[in-house]
């Protein structure tokens, strides 16, 4: 899975269907307009029962998570935990939610599978709590399973690029 | 200008710690988690004079390999030298004293300053010094300029530690009981322990001793981490809080021994584990018990615990095993380093397991941890509220849960908060910070760690 840089193909063919660079960002947009929201349970539809979520930590250098340390290395099982637990009362670290603002861009499609597209995108997320203003930068580097009428993700893998979290930038939601 | 005494509403004769027997009373003054003043002299009295926890063994596997990382405001090179020795530097050069190396890891055989070109051997030497013609022609002068050691250096299983004061009793003096937990995480791989990359990185927005009592304090458990109970509930696990107990090991080091927390990979089976795991748990258990004996075998296994080794380390022996390591940064600040700690040459499932259970719980991207850090961010916030209150009785923070209990002599339970009060009397005698005592404290001096067979099961 090398990324082809120089030439970002604008459409990949995942078996007859076509899938565009612009069907991509319209289902990353929508999807962080969902996250900015917190509206979980719609979030969660666009998971394929079966994918994962995946933080790796600052050092990442393209490890596994059978390999090395993570932030989030959910299974479905753990993801649907997760939405449980932010839509309650008793999630501290998230009641009152943050207020968060999402900037999606620098999307490419890399390469596509036989029912599935290996896609990348630039994410800018700023966040605001208690005072605080917390900014994470990362890539998005996802799995999407390609269905006749849409995508979802089969892997969704946000890489943060800051050298440590911040005082205070912690993952209580979901980046 | 008038001198003016400094104002500190602090108890009897300006203590920070007010401990009264009679009234069952343990007060801490919030001044301790908030003067820039108390951060100093803890830096001094405490990161300057005391055993710190560098970093594992297993980092830095190979000759030439180094990491870097700042230990009470200190940069540092942790390598391992050409003839493998462990080393600890001072990360400046010791000509004008730029930091020396400025990548966080990697693999070198010389460190050389980008400033003047000054090189030094991964074992410290001034390997080359450019134009050296203009400076006496002396070999004590390129002596006297080797890079700067860590004045002390000890490694216990792997676990390395220096101190930055010649003169600390040596390391196992250091931990004591504490050495005994650290041996028991040791002992689980039947081909020995060894850290991951993948290390979580992340700061708070609190107290560096905050973190501590925090490891040490079962009593949030069931509130802060409701929704973790919860969930292990919905995968078939009950959490009891019940029959687990907090132990004072001496020199401000605590133990929690939790029995009914959690499963533990290998040892402890539990359904979110599934069933691969449940037959491998069997047999891990024999391997345990054949290596062990059935005695250390039941220690290592039966029983979460979690260490703390003051100031700066704590061992989460969990579902699996995490080495979380504090470094102050101010008053109001700590930064955190977590390595995963695993079995060498386990099953890449049962490595996969290890790691998606632990993360789910510890971690800033866990399940659990950031309502940890919510809880300790939030104490930070809160105790502005009273600084130089009109009422100077409020501005303290209660620690006195079970004391009755330990008044009586019985072992102090992991509900109540005895391992916090033995880490603030040994945090006050450290950095001179006035106790004052009413009352009779209890007679004799506490249980060095569980006793053979295990209290609390």
Same mark, same amino acid.
């Given at each position: 899975m090398s990324t082809t840089v120089g030439s970002p193909r604008g459409v990949v063919k995942v078996e007859s269907r076509e899938v565009t660079r612009a069907e991509v960002e319209d289902f990353l947009y929508r999807e962080a307009q969902l996250l900015d929201e917190w509206r979980l349970d719609e979030w969660l539809t666009l998971i394929e029962p079966g994918g994962r979520l995946e933080v790796p930590t600052t050092d990442w250098a393209g490890w596994d998570a059978t390999t090395a340390g993570y932030f989030v290395a959910d299974d479905y099982e753990l993801i649907q935990a997760r939405v449980k637990r932010l839509k309650s009362r008793k999630a501290h670290a998230e009641n009152p939610h943050s207020r968060t603002h999402r900037m999606i861009s620098n999307v490419l499609l890399l390469e596509a599978g036989a029912e599935t597209v290996w896609i990348s995108a630039n994410f800018l997320i700023h966040r605001y709590r208690d005072g605080g203003a917390y900014t994470y930068v990362g890539r998005y580097e996802h799995v999407l399973k390609v269905d006749p009428d849409g995508l979802r993700f089969r892997l969704r893998r946000a890489v943060p690029v800051m050298e440590s979290m911040d005082p205070g930038a912690r993952l209580s939601f979901i980046l | 200008m008038a001198q003016q005494t400094p104002v500190r509403p602090l108890g009897a004769a300006g203590a920070m710690i007010d401990e009264d027997w009679e009234a069952l009373r343990f007060r801490v003054h919030r001044s301790a988690y908030r003067d820039p003043e108390v951060f100093r002299t803890e830096v001094d009295r405490i990161w300057n004079h005391t055993w710190l926890y560098l970093g594992h063994e297993t980092e830095i596997p190979k000759a030439g390999d180094f990491k870097t990382r700042t230990l009470g405001g200190r940069p540092l090179i942790f390598c391992r030298d050409a003839d493998g020795q462990v080393r600890a530097f001072f990360n400046a050069? +010791?000509?004008?004293? +730029?930091?020396?190396?400025?990548?966080?890891?990697?693999?070198?055989?010389?460190?050389?300053?980008?400033?003047?070109?000054?090189?030094?051997?991964?074992?410290?030497? !001034?390997?080359?010094?450019?134009?050296? %013609?203009?400076?006496?022609?002396?070999?004590?002068?390129?002596?006297?300029?080797?890079?700067?050691?860590?004045?002390?250096? *000890?490694?216990?299983?792997?676990?390395?530690?220096?101190?930055?004061?010649?003169?600390?009793? %040596?390391?196992?003096?250091?931990?004591?009981?504490?050495?005994?937990?650290?041996?028991?995480?040791?002992?689980?791989?039947?081909?020995?322990?060894?850290?991951?990359?993948?290390?979580?990185?992340?700061?708070?927005?609190?107290?560096?001793?905050?973190?501590?009592?925090?490891?040490?304090?079962?009593?949030?458990?069931?509130?802060?981490?409701?929704?973790?109970?919860?969930?292990?509930?919905?995968?078939?696990?009950?959490?009891?809080?019940?029959?687990?107990?907090?132990?004072?090991?001496?020199?401000?080091?605590?133990?929690?021994?939790?029995?009914?927390?959690?499963?533990?990979?290998?040892?402890?089976?539990? /359904?979110?584990?599934?069933?691969?795991?449940?037959?491998?748990?069997?047999?891990?258990?024999?391997?345990?018990?054949?290596?062990?004996?059935?005695?250390?075998?039941?220690?290592?296994?039966?029983?979460?615990? =979690?260490?703390?080794?003051?100031?700066?380390?704590?061992?989460?022996?969990?579902?699996? !095993?995490? =080495?979380?390591?504090?470094?102050?940064?101010?008053?109001?600040? +700590?930064?955190?380093?977590?390595?995963?700690?695993?079995?060498?040459?386990? /099953?890449?499932?049962?490595?996969?397991?290890?790691?998606?259970?632990?993360?789910?719980?510890?971690?800033?991207?866990? !399940?659990? +941890?950031?309502?940890? =850090?919510?809880?300790?961010?939030?104490? *930070?916030?809160?105790?502005?509220?009273?600084?130089?209150?009109?009422?100077?009785?409020?501005?303290?923070? %209660?620690?006195?849960?079970?004391?009755?209990?330990?008044?009586?002599?019985?072992?102090?339970?992991?509900?109540?908060?005895?391992?916090?009060?033995?880490?603030?009397?040994?945090?006050?005698?450290?950095?001179?910070?006035?106790?004052?005592?009413?009352?009779?404290? /209890?007679?004799?001096?506490?249980?060095?760690?569980?006793?053979?067979?295990?209290?609390?099961?």
């Amino acid at each position: 899975m090398s990324t082809t840089v120089g030439s970002p193909r604008g459409v990949v063919k995942v078996e007859s269907r076509e899938v565009t660079r612009a069907e991509v960002e319209d289902f990353l947009y929508r999807e962080a307009q969902l996250l900015d929201e917190w509206r979980l349970d719609e979030w969660l539809t666009l998971i394929e029962p079966g994918g994962r979520l995946e933080v790796p930590t600052t050092d990442w250098a393209g490890w596994d998570a059978t390999t090395a340390g993570y932030f989030v290395a959910d299974d479905y099982e753990l993801i649907q935990a997760r939405v449980k637990r932010l839509k309650s009362r008793k999630a501290h670290a998230e009641n009152p939610h943050s207020r968060t603002h999402r900037m999606i861009s620098n999307v490419l499609l890399l390469e596509a599978g036989a029912e599935t597209v290996w896609i990348s995108a630039n994410f800018l997320i700023h966040r605001y709590r208690d005072g605080g203003a917390y900014t994470y930068v990362g890539r998005y580097e996802h799995v999407l399973k390609v269905d006749p009428d849409g995508l979802r993700f089969r892997l969704r893998r946000a890489v943060p690029v800051m050298e440590s979290m911040d005082p205070g930038a912690r993952l209580s939601f979901i980046l | 200008m008038a001198q003016q005494t400094p104002v500190r509403p602090l108890g009897a004769a300006g203590a920070m710690i007010d401990e009264d027997w009679e009234a069952l009373r343990f007060r801490v003054h919030r001044s301790a988690y908030r003067d820039p003043e108390v951060f100093r002299t803890e830096v001094d009295r405490i990161w300057n004079h005391t055993w710190l926890y560098l970093g594992h063994e297993t980092e830095i596997p190979k000759a030439g390999d180094f990491k870097t990382r700042t230990l009470g405001g200190r940069p540092l090179i942790f390598c391992r030298d050409a003839d493998g020795q462990v080393r600890a530097f001072f990360n400046a050069c +010791t000509h004008r004293g +730029t930091v020396l190396c400025r990548h966080s890891e990697g693999n070198t055989k010389f460190f050389q300053c980008f400033y003047h070109a000054w090189a030094f051997s991964n074992s410290g030497e !001034l390997a080359a010094l450019p134009g050296d %013609d203009a400076y006496p022609d002396d070999p004590a002068f390129r002596a006297s300029m080797a890079l700067r050691q860590v004045p002390r250096l *000890q490694i216990h299983e792997g676990f390395v530690f220096v101190a930055f004061d010649p003169d600390v009793p %040596d390391l196992l003096t250091h931990l004591g009981p504490a050495a005994h937990y650290m041996s028991l995480t040791a002992k689980i791989g039947e081909h020995g322990m060894t850290t991951l990359p993948g290390v979580q990185l992340y700061s708070v927005k609190g107290n560096w001793k905050l973190a501590v009592e925090n490891a040490m304090d079962g009593y949030h458990f069931a509130p802060t981490h409701n929704t973790f109970v919860g969930y292990l509930r919905e995968t078939g696990f009950a959490v009891t809080d019940d029959d687990q107990y907090a132990y004072d090991l001496g020199g401000g080091h605590g133990l929690l021994v939790l029995t009914g927390h959690n499963g533990r990979i290998g040892m402890v089976w539990e /359904p979110r584990f599934g069933d691969e795991e449940k037959a491998r748990t069997v047999t891990k258990r024999r391997e345990l018990e054949a290596r062990l004996g059935p005695e250390l075998a039941a220690e290592v296994a039966d029983a979460s615990r =979690i260490l703390f080794v003051f100031p700066n380390l704590l061992l989460f022996d969990l579902e699996a !095993l995490t =080495i979380r390591q504090l470094e102050p940064v101010a008053a109001d600040r +700590t930064d955190v380093r977590a390595w995963q700690f695993v079995e060498v040459g386990e /099953p890449e499932s049962v490595r996969a397991l290890r790691i998606k259970t632990m993360v789910s719980f510890v971690g800033p991207g866990g !399940l659990a +941890t950031p309502d940890d =850090i919510e809880a300790y961010e939030a104490v *930070q916030r809160g105790i502005t509220a009273t600084a130089d209150a009109v009422d100077p009785a409020h501005d303290w923070s %209660d620690m006195s849960r079970g004391m009755a209990n330990e008044k009586q002599g019985n072992q102090g339970r992991s509900i109540d908060e005895g391992a916090m009060r033995s880490f603030w009397r040994r945090w006050a005698e450290v950095v001179g910070a006035g106790t004052s005592v009413a009352g009779d404290p /209890p007679a004799g001096t506490p249980a060095a760690g569980p006793t053979s067979g295990g209290a609390g099961r």
